[in-house]
């Protein structure tokens, strides 16, 4: 890059409007090799994301997100879209502009118009702020009505009687208890379809965060404390529900079945779990609590009652919450 | 402590006092409503707070000499935007964390 | 009590083989550095002009030094995470589960608070007083202070690969598994002290940069000429200074439960660890925007530099950055949607968020429209702004999508979460620091970086960028949480091995920084910025010398519009020389300060290994130093007149040698500044 | 010029600035730490139920000993004023006297605290009992804390006007000493009205 390209006197002068000046010409060979390496970069940016994508589309079709069983991720997923198609109003148009401005407006470009002291245009300043604050004026719009209709504690639809389920996260699994059905299994809960369930979370250790992508969206279990999360399963299927929150060295383990299908077969599910041998009785109750990884689906025939009160009970952090026969007995908020 | 030029410009007993006397005035009342029990919590509650707040005021004024002329203005900007950064997150903790009390401990 | 509290043999690292070499790579990396200071004879270089330097450029120059070893220490981490989960599907791959999680910790530690936190300090540091025309920082000496605070808490970090392990808690630490319960060992308290340490160190750095740019302004420099970077670098101030008192407190009470047995955070005994998330988020949000606006601050300078134009809507950008230093503190719930709080709650951060991400958009239609009319020259710096402009608008998108709750619900935890984090750092505060590094590095060291090299690096950073995070968002609609060291679901694995190819493209372009740095070093001499102003830039730090001159300014300069140095430029004022030279008083070089850190590195190890007559020592000799530092009042020399025109004389010498503009020979140039008055 | 200014000799343009920057510096610290206190109040408002069982606040504070510690502390702020008089009159040895004053206070409330901590840690009511406990210690005892870096920060201030006299590097300590030390009782303000008087409601 010795040569030096132009002579003094065609320097122009920056401050007047940009007349093409000689240089262009005496520069030829360097435009040619700049064109193609501009193309090379684009071809580069593009064949990364092309890469990306393709083979993403192999993996994608039998995604829980992508093929919920429930309304609740149905309804989220939706929101996603909705939102992505919301928010290309503000993003295409910087890829469209940043790959236009780059081409016209390349420093070896001469016939591109070149204003340098052009900093404020008003129509721009309008564009700029107004377009984003209404886009988000109806994206927020769309994520308060969402928000409500979603909120994990809003029953599914209240004029069915859910089905209820108490969940229990312990170190590396869940234990589900069905309190009027009287069973309880670990690693695997069962729920007829198209009933509302109803299930309280809680955990015995670490906080976790009860996760069922083609069901419905996560919510922490927290020890000392009780959650609610409703779904409603509108197909039957096998599919898998897991712990999302790092709890440990067991937490890569920390998944569960979860298989809907019809009353009937709740039923026969229900029936086989009573011919189970155990009991949840507190001794076995606390055998369980102990850490343990990969725990094969086990069933128990009888609850303890109220065993899901007395996990919370256990860390009480005031009177009102010592005796919790008591809580019960106070008017619900 | 207006020491635009790094020394001490005038500094009179007369703030002190009426700071000190106004102080304790402002202390005493809660106290004595404490001690004494008179009026029902809630009210009690309401008038400590009050009372807090204006004492605070008062040491702001007459201890640490903060008044719109002479205190520099980078100075009164900084303790409003603490305050208003105070207000944000005392203010949204608390609503945040007796919100999840209420959802989940009750 | 015994001497070495809880430190025994055991907790040396040789249970496991990954860990003894990690350990190993450690000190060897230790003892090369000190053997090739040994070698080239310069400990008395390194002690006296370096660790105890105050100059603002020297601990600007040392901060960026301990950014980029903690980012080579940060990418190994990564890497090792990526081949891991490329591998471990249906198998325990090559890392058990109590090794992955100390990675994953100590990955996401390093790089926030010791790759991101001291490159931006040190890019401030070296740019801010000469963007403003001022000689120095406000406090030099508590700026000294906060780099070996900074220093201190890495080296914990480091520390903990050879002596005990390191947190498995992750990043943010959640409690109750943090608490002594559920992690008994030195982990999590290594984790803490680090980041409690550093954490001093960044509050007292936010202190000096505000009253640096309130006080410390040339004359006529009003606050809205000053130059974009200044103003983001004002901002990313105000928000240390406001929000690291939150991460202090919520770190000190998990010190509390853990050390002496309190209940903050605890399971039983009257705890309650949704404090610690609100109080550790309370800093947290802020904190993102603590390490993105000084990344948008270089990406103003350098669109408008490489464009040969003024930036568009400077007054839009000001306000966007100062919008965005009052809204991060209003938004931080959206790091715990799914904890249960109520619809309204909910829906109020969500909202917020959403309102958050206009000043985000808004700037990126000013650098947009900046580069309108211009003339584009594609050096290595602008290379990164033009990935970053076309990358992060996608983290912006998945950003704006995890702000909806009911999205949230779903994808929290997994990893489109991660992929958006990373789209936010990667492109986003990474790109702009390493175009900060080459565009303003000719202003630290005299020389320009080799531009071949740092387009290969970018090219590497950009292509593995979109292969190792594209699969990750993917992979989010598949369900995988983050943290799994292994899984059994067979459509993950081929998403995760297209993410290690893209981490090993990512290796690339680290190598290629390294081999810029190498080959621009050994060509020095061809890559000399003579002038001062390689860029043809715009704004005041551009006057000074390069390197510049330990007082920056031999005479103030007297500003008279945005865009300082083109318009002095543009005036012909230049380069001009006084007729007479006035002394200048600097700080004196103390060695104070580094012995503040050492004691710091030691008390913390010494509160992390339980041996308290140690701890209380350096609490004393802290204290003790500080005391004698308070007492002394000469702690500043005087250079004289002539030292000062030497100093000068040599620099206008070495003017007269550059060329007429540094960048005449590249065939984008626009043509230079020429006085109007022709 | 007031007095003050002879016996410090002229100040150059250069160090005015210089003072000035270290106290805007050091209001910004200031800020920063209430920002702090105000964490600790929300944690202690949070926690403030939390008793798990142990003994509630009404069963521990004593309003006589939370008066005692108010009037300490409040005194002690009048007398760092008239200290600040003293030093605007350049009248070193009233200064003295007045810091001393102001010591003794300082010392007397953190003997009470201290007093009063040991006497909870006794009935067993320490830190490690409940959420509440630890709440309440870290609040109180934080600022505690401060009072006594306070504390070391006069003696330390009592040293140099000895040794220096008031000159204007000592004048601009003792001034942000004030900012300091007034500020601390701001804080402890509002814990009796956050902690003791609710408590004993």
Known sequence: ????????????????????????????????????????????????????????????????????????????????????????????????????????????????????????????????????????????????HNTYKLD???????????????????????????????????????????????????????????????????????????????????????????????????????????????????????????????TLDAATYETLAKPSQKVPVTYYSGVEPDLFDKIIAKYARNDAELAPSTAQAEPAE | ????????????????????????????????????????????????????????????????HIDLESTPRENLVALAFACVIIFLMVGGSLWIMFDLYHRMMV | MDIFGRL??????????????????????????????????????????????????????????????MLMRGFIDAAMMRSQQAIAFNNDGYLPPSHFDQIFSSHGTIMIFFMAMPFLSGLANLVMPQQIGSRDVAFPFMNSISLWLTTAGAGLVLISLVIGKFSTAGWTGYPPYSESQFTPGVGVDYW???????????????????????????????????????????????????????????????????????????????GNMMNYINLFWLWGHPEVYILILPAFG??????????????????????????IGLLSFTVWLHHFFTMGSSARVNSFFGTMTTIIAVPTGVKVYDWLFTIFRGRVIFKPPMLFTLGFLVTFVIGGLSGVLLAMPPVDYLMHNTTFLIAHFHNMIIPGVLFGYLAGYMFWFPKAFGFKLNEKWGTWSFWCWIIGFYLAFMPLYVLGFLGMPRRMEHYEIAAWQPHLIIAAIGAFIIFLGIVCLGVQLWVSVRDRNQLLDLSGDPWNGRSLEWGTSSPAAPYNFAVLPQVQSIDAWWDM????????????????????????????????????????WYMWWLAILCLASIAVAIIIRASDDDSEYTMSADEVKAIEDARFAQLAKAPKNAMEDEPGFAGQPVPEAT | MSAAADT??????????????????????????????????????????????????????????????????????????????????????????????TFLLGGCFIFLEYSEFSGMIAQGAGPDRSGFLSGFFTLVGTHGLHVSVGLLWILVMIGQVLFKGLTAPVASRLMRLGLFWHFLDIIWVVIFSVVYLPGLL
């Open chain 3, 298 to 323: 270089v990406f103003s300078e350098v669109v408008a530099v490489f464009s040969q134009k003024r930036l568009f809507g400077y007054i839009s950008l000001v306000l966007a950055t100062m919008a």
């Open chain 4, 8 to 101: 410090m000799g002229a100040i150059s343009p250069h160090d005015a600035e210089k003072y000035e920057e270290k106290e805007f510096g050091f209001w910004l610290y200031l800020m920063s730490d209430a920002v702090i206190f105000s964490l600790l109040f929300a944690t202690y408002l949070v926690m403030v139920g939390n008793t798990a069982g142990g003994p509630p606040g009404k069963e521990l504070f004593s309003l006589e000993r939370a008066a005692g510690e108010t009037l300490a502390l409040l005194l002690s702020s009048t007398t760092f004023g008239f200290a600040a008089v003293a030093l605007s009159a350049a009248d070193r040895s009233k200064v003295l006297l007045w810091l001393c004053i």
């Open chain 3, 8 to 69: 025994t043999i055991e907790s040396l690292p040789f249970y496991s083989a990954i860990a003894a070499s990690g350990a190993a790579i450690t000190v060897l990396g230790a003892l090369s550095v000190m053997a090739v200071i040994t070698y080239f004879g310069a400990w008395r270089l390194v002690l006296f002009d370096w660790i105890s330097s105050l100059d603002h450029k020297k601990i600007g120059i040392m901060y960026i030094m301990v950014a980029l070893v």
């Open chain 3, 569 to 608: 430029k543009q005036r012909g004022v230049a380069y001009q020389r006084p007729d007479k030279y006035e002394p200048i008083t600097l700080p004196k070089n103390t060695f104070i300060s580094a012995f503040i850190g050492g004691a710091g590195f030691v008390f913390g190890f010494a509160m992390i």
């Open chain 1, 152 to 278: 994990p504690y809003s029953a599914i639809d209240p004029s069915v009687e859910p089905l209820k389920v108490e969940a229990i996260a312990q170190d590396w699994k869940w234990l589900f208890i069905y309190p009027e059905q009287n069973v309880a299994a670990v690693n695997e809960l069962v729920l007829p379809v198209n009933t509302p369930v109803s299930i309280e979370i809680t955990s015995d250790t670490v906080m976790n965060s009860l996760l069922i992508p083609a069901l419905a969206g996560q919510i922490y279990a927290m020890a000392g404390m009780r959650t609610e999360l409703h779904l409603l399963a509108d197909k039957p299927g096998k599919f898998w529900g897991r712990n999302a929150q790092f709890s440990g060295t067991g937490f890569a383990n920390q998944q569960f079945r979860v298989i809907a299908d019809s009353k009937e077969d709740f039923d026969a599910w229900v029936d086989k779990a009573k011919q189970s041998s155990d």
């Open chain 3, 192 to 270: 803490l002290w680090a980041v409690l340490i550093s954490g001093i160190g960044t509050t007292m750095t936010g202190i000096n940069f505000l009253v640096t740019i309130i006080k410390c302004r040339a004359p006529g420099m009003t606050m809205f000429r000053l130059p974009l970077f200044t103003w983001t670098v004002f901002v990313t101030a105000i928000l240390m200074i406001f929000a690291f008192p939150a991460l202090t407190v919520a770190c000190s009470m998990l010190f509390l439960d853990r050390t002496f047995g309190f209940h903050f955070f605890t399971n039983a005994m009257g």
């Open chain 2, 1 to 64: 402590m207006e020491t635009s030029s790094g020394i001490p410009v005038e500094r009179t007993m007369r703030p002190y006092i009426i700071g000190i006397v106004a102080a304790l005035i402002l202390t005493a009342i809660p106290f004595a409503l404490v001690f004494t029990g008179a009026l029902p919590r809630e009210t009690t509650l309401v008038i400590i707070a009050a009372f807090a707040v204006v004492q605070i005021l008062v040491h702001l004024r007459f201890f640490l």
């Open chain 1, 1 to 144: 890059m010795g040569r030096r390209f132009g002579a003094e006197s065609d320097r122009t002068v920056l401050n007047r409007e940009q007349t093409p000046s000689t240089r262009n010409r005496s520069i030829e060979p360097q435009g040619v090799i700049l064109r193609q390496t501009l193309a090379y970069r684009f071809k580069g940016i593009a064949s990364a994301i092309a890469a990306g994508l393709l083979c993403a589309g192999c993996g994608f079709m039998t995604s829980p997100v992508m093929e919920p069983n429930g309304p609740i991720t149905l309804t989220e997923r939706d929101l996603l879209f909705k939102g992505v198609a919301i928010m290309m109003i503000v993003i295409i148009p910087v890829w469209v502009m940043a790959a236009l401005f780059l081409w016209r407006y390349r420093g070896t470009n001469r016939s591109a118009r070149y204003t340098p002291n052009l900093a404020y245009y008003w129509p721009v300043e309008i564009l700029v702020w107004g377009v984003p604050a209404a886009i988000i004026v109806w994206l927020g719009i769309h994520l308060w």
